[in-house]
């Protein structure tokens, strides 16, 4: 026997071994990172909507309408903390805690402020849950996807009755989703220094076009001349009499091409996070398509449905463009850049941060 033996025995009685990870917190771990947890926030989610359906409907008690907004709007929160690499135990914890308050208090102030808070969770939660899109086609499946989460944040918004005026709801719902949007975003896209003098241009025309389309419409409601406000109402009314509804300005230009675009870029540049930004303007609108009584639950749909489908066609163009001046000419080209856009990103149920 060798004389090194006897010594690399005491070495190892010597040696402390490495602690265990004890089995709970394996298992945890294990269990996070499987799908399950994401199966029971589908199941969560749709237990919330069908028992805001219901009240919709008019076929059950009304403590669903309440019950159905608070379990949506805390199941959407936790989805957010745990996309951006948050919290997500504390975060649902204090929204469930907010929407409890809001619906037993009974305060308007509070139903109303809960109202606000689920929309802007919504509209931003919808945009963090996309993923980079090869194709256009896959681009197309990210918009449905964000406008189906914000639709269902705008049932919860609904079931707790805010009391408020629509434009003023609508308009602090959307400078709220742009701010969360946008610090989300200055971490995703790298800060400005990431933007690039490519970036900075995206983000000022997106800036100027969401600015032209809220100034506009403001201004045209407030001193338009009768005659320019009587045709433009006009095309509105024909539109809702032969279509059933009108597309919403903000989300047909800016919103769902932003996007669309957006989720198309990332799967290239870090920069598509700058551009996906701006697609609040889709997702915010839509989160807020219930609050106005006076119009319909299906001229709602119709109106998000009409400006997801031409904002689509306008993304489509303003794609094609990017592509022709950046991506080389030719289907083979096409072909090449398509399977070099491998920028990676986690998956749609992982934390991007």
């Known amino acids: 026997m060798s004389r090194a033996a006897p010594r690399r025995r005491a070495e190892r009685a010597t040696t402390p071994r490495p602690a265990r990870p004890p089995r709970t917190s394996t298992r945890g771990a294990g269990f996070a990172r499987s799908r399950w947890p994401a199966v029971i926030w589908l199941v969560v989610v749709a237990a919330g909507l069908g028992a805001l359906g219901s009240c919709v409907a008019e076929t059950g008690p009304t403590w669903l309408c309440s019950a159905g907004a608070v379990t949506v709007a805390t199941a959407y929160a936790w989805a957010l903390a745990v996309r951006t690499g948050g919290r997500p135990v504390v975060v649902g914890v204090l929204a469930l805690v907010l929407g409890l308050t809001a619906v037993i208090s009974d305060e308007e102030s509070l139903r109303t402020g809960a109202a606000v808070l689920t929309s802007v969770v919504s509209a931003v939660f919808a945009v963090m849950a996309t993923t980079p899109a090869v194709r256009y086609v896959q681009a197309v499946r990210e918009v449905v996807v ?155 749909a119709l109106s998000v449905a009409y400006g997801m489908v031409v904002g689509l066609l306008i993304g489509f163009v303003v794609v094609r463009v990017d592509l022709a001046l950046t991506a080389p000419r030719g289907s083979r080209g096409r072909r090449a850049e398509e399977a070099s856009a491998v920028r990676p990103e986690p998956s749609r149920t992982r934390a991007l941060l």
């Open 146 to 300: 964000a406008l189906a989460i914000a639709a269902g944040g705008a049932f919860a918004t609904v079931g707790f009755e805010p009391v408020a005026t629509v434009a003023r709801f609508e308009y602090v719902v959307l400078g709220m989703a742009f701010a969360g949007t946008f610090a989300l975003v200055y971490r995703l896209g790298a800060g400005l220094h990431g933007l690039g003098r490519r970036g900075v241009v995206i983000v000022l025309l997106g800036t100027l076009v969401l600015a032209l389309t809220l100034v506009y419409a403001e201004a045209l409601r407030r001193y338009g001349t009768p005659g320019l406000v009587s045709s433009l109402l006009d095309g509105v009314r024909w539109s809702r009499d032969h279509l059933g509804a009108f597309p919403r300005p903000i989300e047909t230009v800016l919103g769902v091409p932003a996007l669309a675009w957006g989720t198309h870029m990332r799967a290239r540049r870090r920069q598509g996070w700058w551009v996906c930004a701006f697609g609040v303007a889709a997702t915010a609108p839509a989160a807020t398509a219930l609050v106005n009584p006076a119009i319909t639950l299906t001229e709602s």
